[in-house]
Each structure stands twice: as structure tokens, then as C-alpha cells.
């Protein structure tokens, strides 16, 4: 039983290009996340969702568009990809406990996006 | 800026010794610290957390330390194993966004037979 699984674990396209990529979480987690790992390991926070709201969006190009149907679900479509998007994407969940009550996120296994 | 970490470097240990894995945050606002552990081909996996009203925690093998008055944070790996071989990130939160959680730039740790 995974807790937050994401597919496809690889996805090769041509740029120009709209993909997408989803993320389910069993955890009942109510905050799912989407990251970005650059080739150089760092992971960048691309954006939040809580209770299906969209909370953090990190300056990421408007063609990536994230959607949440519900709280289990964030999928991330990408419009007209380009080369520097080719990179791993990470879906993560934690559960929001409130003010002053941080928790760890947990995270899926990766999809590692590669744009020709 | 924020940042946390430093660049990606290496560290080399043989099995069976401890290894110390550090790590430098710079927002003084943070409150909640993470460790993750990144095996290759896989999502980072959680292995300890610190409130800011500690100072220092143990789990099975790990402990981690934190020093506030200079931002600091560090894991300890006792007795590590082959295992143990993988990239290492700290994180942290602060308590009035706990919808964005940094990360650190990573370390990797070697372990020699």
C-alpha cells in the first residue's frame, strides 16, 4: 500500500508538447504538494494545495497548471513543454494541524520528466 | 534570500563509524526542522524531526542536533551501515507557513565496506 504514488515514473516527450502528470495519496492528508529536483539534486517547492486550495504557487510559469479534484488528488498539467522542464517531479502530502503544528510531508516515488 | 544548506558535497565514511551530516539555515524565523534521506531512483523519506524548542533528539541510530544561535543543524548516523548510502536533506518551516517546506541543498553519503 502506497502512500502517495504518482504516475507515470517516466515520461519522455517531444517539447512543444502537453503532458500530465498525477498524484493520489492514501495518508488522508488534507495539504499535497508538487517539487521540482533539478539535476543538481535541489528540491524546489513548485506549489501547495490545502483542502483542494491552492495556497503557494512559487513563481512557476503559467503553463503549468495544477489541478485537485479532491483532497487525494493533485495532478499536474504541463502546456508546451520545453527543455529546462525536464527535471524529476515529486508529489508530497503532510496533514495541516494548525498553527504552531508543523508535520513532516511524505513524499511519492518521482516522475522523471524528459523533454526532447 | 532563504536558503538552507550548502552545496551538494560528499561525505565518505567506512561501516561500522559514525557519520555527521551538517547543515546551515539562514531564516532565523524557522521553528521546524526536517531530515530526509534520498535513495537514488526514489522520493526523499523522512528520518527525523526537531522542534525549535529543542536542541537535540534521538531516533533509532539518528540524533539530531540544533543550534539556533547559529542556525545550525546536524545529523548523526551511529554505526553506519551500506544502507545508509544515500542524499541527505534537511528542511525546515516556519511556523506561520506550514504549507512550504525548504530544502537544503544535500549531502551524499559514501559508505565504504
Known amino acids: 500500500d502506497t502512500a502517495v504514488s504518482q504516475t507515470p515514473k517516466y515520461l519522455v516527450t517531444q517539447m512543444g508538447n502537453d503532458k500530465s502528470i498525477k498524484c493520489e495519496q492514501n495518508l488522508g492528508h488534507d495539504t499535497m504538494y508538487w517539487y521540482k529536483q533539478d539535476s543538481k539534486k535541489f528540491l524546489k517547492i513548485m506549489f501547495s494545495?490545502?483542502?483542494?486550495?491552492?495556497?503557494i504557487n512559487e513563481t512557476v510559469p503559467n503553463r503549468f497548471s495544477p489541478k485537485s479534484p479532491d483532497k487525494a488528488h493533485l495532478n499536474l498539467h504541463i502546456n508546451s513543454l520545453e527543455l529546462g522542464d525536464s527535471a524529476v517531479y515529486f508529489c508530497?502530502?503532510?496533514?495541516?494541524?494548525?498553527?504552531?503544528?508543523?508535520?513532516?510531508?511524505?513524499f511519492g516515488q518521482g516522475t522523471r520528466l524528459t523533454v526532447v | 534570500g532563504e536558503s538552507v544548506g550548502l552545496h551538494l558535497p560528499t561525505l565518505s565514511v567506512q561501516e561500522g563509524d559514525n557519520s555527521i551530516i551538517n547543515c546551515a539555515y539562514s531564516?532565523?524565523?524557522?521553528?521546524?526542522f526536517i531530515w530526509y534521506k534520498q535513495e537514488s531512483g526514489k522520493g526523499p523519506q523522512f528520518i527525523i524531526d526537531i522542534r525549535s524548542n529543542m536542541d537535540k533528539r534521538q531516533g533509532q541510530r539518528v540524533t539530531v542536533l540544533l543550534n539556533k544561535t547559529v542556525k545550525h543543524l546536524s545529523l548523526q548516523i551511529a554505526a553506519t551501515q551500506p544502507g545508509d548510502s544515500a542524499v541527505y536533506f534537511c528542511a525546515e518551516n516556519r511556523m506561520d507557513s506550514s504549507y512550504k517546506l525548504i530544502f537544503g541543498s544535500g549531502t551524499r553519503l559514501l559508505v565504504r565496506p
Open positions: 531564516n532565523s524565523a524557522s521553528d521546524y
Open positions: 494545495y490545502n483542502n483542494k486550495e491552492l495556497i
Open positions: 508530497a502530502s503532510s496533514q495541516d494541524r494548525g498553527r504552531n503544528m508543523n508535520t513532516e510531508a511524505f
